[in-house]
């Protein structure tokens, strides 16, 4: 399972926005549309128990899953607790999809900074 933050990342990385790499037949909507399929999706994959929520077990197993180092690990475990916004030691699905949006949002801030070759701003 490759990570939607990962494939975020790597669309932000482009010079030019996302939208504008998508075919012209492609909507700004089907995007989006897409990318919440997506986030279902992964979620569904890390919630093994299919409880609709995320426990760090789950959690831990999806970052083993992925090849990362124990440093990268013990940081990622660190921002479950950041993702856990009512603080039951579960990722539910809303939470999940909110951390996806705050990614999105920090990411483009950051590549509009980049581009205007400014600080970025909260």
Same mark, same amino acid.
């Given at each position: 399972m490759k990570s939607t933050f990962f494939v975020i990342c790597l669309l932000a990385a482009s010079a030019s926005p996302v939208?504008? *790499?998508?075919?012209?037949?492609?909507s700004r909507q089907d995007i989006a549309v897409s990318a919440e399929r997506e986030?279902?999706?992964e979620f569904n994959q890390m919630d093994t128990n299919k409880d609709n929520r995320i426990s760090k077990d789950e959690y831990l197993a999806a970052l083993k899953s992925e090849g990362m180092s124990q440093e990268q690990?013990?940081?990622?475990?660190?921002?479950?607790?950041?993702?856990?916004?009512?603080?039951?030691?579960?990722?539910?699905l809303s939470e999940y999809?909110?951390?996806?949006?705050? *990614?999105?949002?920090?990411?483009?801030? *950051?590549?509009? *900074?980049?581009?205007?070759?400014?600080?970025?701003?909260?």
């Open positions: 939208f504008a *790499a998508a075919p012209s037949n492609i986030d279902v999706s690990i013990d940081k990622s475990m660190k921002a479950f607790d950041q993702i856990d916004l009512n603080s039951d030691d579960y990722i539910s999809r909110k951390f996806m949006n705050f *990614a999105i949002e920090t990411i483009n801030k *950051a590549m509009k *900074a980049m581009q205007n070759n400014t600080p970025m701003t909260k």
